[in-house]
């Protein structure tokens, strides 16, 4: 059966803040971009609550009487939990779960979840793995029992050794095994890359924000039927298709996981693997959603994340979608 501690079939308020020098719109839209998120997320938002603040609380993120406000509000909504439209220190959500009596998501948190709930080949499911346990090591950690259960747990643990710093232990053996995979995973795409490379076929990549129509355009060029859907990160695992050129010859078409302002880092480094497609294809389509009213921040984000993982000089095509 499913966990009922996952936040999935639940029920969130998702919590926003304007700060001076942002204007509103930016916030709203960002808080919009939070509802699609927890909608992938099979969340039910029962209320939005923005909050216009001088400066961010560093105790409570948005201050002890608003985290009692929305004690109160989740308790009149019968919320399940509630969801920053920011990344939250781990002391903030501790501070914030004792105030409120809730369990407290933060951007990156919930964006971790998506991925987790999409990730459908090995792969993908480690680099998620490795992400979450990164974020994780960040925050309070409390019993790590289901690496306890991948490890065996009883005598594993050393004389006068703590539950917390077995778990730590435990946790850095997870991650340094998990790298070790995953280093092995990107060298054999490396060796498949070269030989694709010595056979002369050109390759293209296809990037985009999350929900561009990435997916939509690889199946127009290439007769083929990857997974589309109206969600945000429905793809996270690199698809190649071969497509037949009118002037003779052929070209490899690949489909690649979709950007999102704020994308946490751990996340781009553990996607690393995948993201060197885009890396090293020859030409690089960037899909725009003009029907999007935000598309230019769109656009910026894209590029920027292109820089950050070293493909942003890659010559590109921009493929303006849902005109």
């Known amino acids: 059966g499913e966990d009922p501690t996952s936040p999935h079939n639940q029920s969130a308020i998702l919590v926003g803040v304007t700060l001076p020098g942002i204007p509103s719109w930016e916030a709203e839209d960002s808080l919009d971009e939070l509802t699609r998120l927890a909608n992938t997320a099979t969340l039910g938002i029962v209320e939005r609550v923005m909050q216009s603040r001088r400066r961010i609380d560093p105790t409570h993120y948005i201050g002890k009487g608003k985290a009692s406000e929305l004690k109160g509000l989740a308790r009149r909504c019968g919320a399940d939990l509630l969801i920053f439209d920011n990344d939250l220190s781990p002391a903030q959500v501790r501070n914030l779960e004792t105030a409120t009596d809730m369990r407290i998501l933060d951007r990156s948190g919930l964006i971790l979840d998506i991925f987790a709930l999409h990730a459908r080949t090995k792969t993908a499911q480690v680099q998620v793995e490795l992400a979450q346990l990164q974020h994780q090591s960040t925050r309070l950690v409390r019993g790590w029992t289901h690496l306890e259960r991948q490890k065996g747990g009883i005598g594993m643990r050393g004389p006068g050794e703590t539950q917390l710093e077995t778990d730590r232990?435990?946790?850095?053996?997870?991650?340094?095994?998990?790298?070790?995979?995953?280093?092995?995973?990107?060298?054999?795409?490396?060796?498949?890359?070269?030989?694709?490379?010595?056979?002369?076929?050109?390759?293209?990549?296809?990037?985009?924000y999350t929900n561009a129509g990435k997916s939509s355009l690889l199946n127009a060029l290439t007769g083929s039927n990857a997974r589309v859907e109206n969600r945000l990160f429905a793809t996270l695992d690199p698809i190649t298709r071969a497509v037949a050129l009118p002037g003779g010859g052929s070209m490899l078409l690949t489909d690649t996981v979709g950007f999102i302002q704020r994308l946490p880092t751990r996340l781009v480094r553990a996607f690393r693997g995948t993201l060197e497609e885009a890396l090293a294809a020859d030409v690089v389509i960037h899909v725009v959603d003009l029907a999007n009213q935000n598309y230019n921040r769109q656009i910026s984000v894209v590029e920027e994340t292109l820089l950050e993982i070293g493909a942003g000089r890659r010559p590109m095509v921009t493929a303006l979608n849902k005109c």
């Open 169 to 208: 232990r435990l946790l850095r053996e997870r991650v340094k095994s998990i790298h070790a995979r995953l280093e092995k995973v990107r060298a054999q795409r490396n060796q498949s890359r070269r030989a694709r490379k010595r056979s002369d076929v050109p390759t293209v990549a296809i990037v985009g």
